[in-house]
């Protein structure tokens, strides 16, 4: 559940250390309910270690999160029944069909009729045709939409999608970029999303966060980005001047 | 005491979602049955277990139809006919061959067994996946002892069978037998467990799927081999034989001295001591040997061996890092 000002992703103070090195330090930020949130930066920046602490998948070493409500750190089990997660490169098993796949993670996420629940998702997605088919079989677009099914299967409220195009084809870009906007308007998903293809960003996200070298540099909307840096052409651009004022 | 004990069954149930555990389980062994390796371990243990009969059964056939001709041409020529051989061996010594195979053969297939449940999970990342879900680490670990109880209580089952056919084929077989029979596949489904758990364990533990399968064949090695020639340092040939010599081959103290201190560490040589008893092949120097400990110890040496693996699981379980699930290859 969203916090009185609509927030439904809370960060405060989120760090994580690997030995020496801060992989996440102070991270403090806050998502709205039905908002599409890009979270960017460039290789090794942390995104991937702070959408691993949000999913309960790593312990923070220090500050806290809430996600509809619930504290990552204390109700972790229920965090999970609220999310969805799609990491890089779609994760399923192979020798199993799209269909038993998506049954079992309906199951797990205690769903009740799992298999009215899996055709509905499945032709949301348009991937009905797949459901018999093993998912070693299928091409790396149809792994991806088979990915987002188990991620929605259990209706979360906010869904986290790890570079979520990486390694598509621009058909399969496109399409996943339609799904993306249509689960957030029509099913009303938040969805927070990892990536580094700045033009997916212009065409996807209401909200973007810049993550340095472990650090929230910047956090605003879309329209309000673009309109401060009016004198740059393109995100790109907006995206390198806001790390030259952060000294990279 | 009752109470109390009520209130632990109410707590672990609460923590525990028995439907996650058996979706959990139901895909483990559709997973594992759609793989070429885990099949070819259950035919393998299988036929070796037929194969172990047979051989015994063969050899058995053979003597007592040399025997039957030779009494009757004694019989014949008026000379006084011994008794068959056989008459002196007991009903299972033709399960001795398979003592032996569970401790070489099957602890090397429990331990791919282990490894194939965890690494299904672990390959390509699909733990990420698994621990976004509602679904608590027990969950997950209840899960996989739940598909290996199944797994090698099958295995164990259709190889008993076979050993049931086989010794009635032979002879008639007594209620006695059949115990014995049952008795030894229990003592061989919890010594066999502890292999699965140690498969588990390194799979869990394991940076890569190399070291998840190469660290376990190695304490394999260790548990199977190395212990066994030290604590049985008296009898260089027991890990062949589950039935030890009647005379200590060599009687240095240094030996002595090893082996009482190695012995009670192993597990391997329990298992086959006591499943010599139970089938009554043990010979009388096991009887009087001093080392040897009496049944019951033995069977406790072996619940401890599958409690402490199966700990050593639940703690890999608890301390594993899914984020880590893309490393695994």
Redesign the interface.
Known sequence: MADNEGNIIIVRNLSKRYGESMAVSDVSFSVKEGDIFGFLGHNGAGKT?TV?ML????EPTRGSASIAGFDIITQP??V??N???V???V??????TCF?NLE??A????IEHPKVRIMEVLRLLNAASYANKRVGELSKGMRQRI?LA?AIIHKPKVL?LDEPTSGLDPMGVKELRDTIIALNEQEGITIFMNTHLLSEVTKTCKTIGVLNHGKLIYNDTLKKTLNRFNNEDSLEKIYFSIERKNGN | MRTLWRKYIFQLRGKMEI??IR??S??DI??LL??YTVIVILVVFIAMSIASCYIGWSAQHIVNGVYSETAKQLALENKPVPPSPFSIVPQLALLKNMIIYVVLIGSLLAIILGHALIS?DRK???S?????????RTDYLAGKLVTASVLISIILLLSMIANIIFVSLLSRITLQSIISIVIFYIISFFFLSGFIFIGMYFSIRADNSTQAILLPIIIWIVIIFVIPELGSALYPTSSLNPVLPDTNILGSPILVTIHSVIYPFSVSEQYKALSATNLGISSGAQATNTSEYPPLIQILIIIMWMVVTVAGAYIATKRF???L??QYE
């Open positions: 270690t691993n999913t309960t998948l790593l089990i229920t999970r029944k999310i969805g997660y990491p890089e490169n994760q399923l098993y192979e020798n199993l038993e079992f993670f199951k797990i996420s205690g990915g188990q986290f | 439907e996650y979706e959990s139901k895909k559709m997973l759609r793989d299904n390509n990342g699909i990420k996946v698994l621990f976004s879900k509602p679904f608590s890092d899914p984020s699930g893309e």
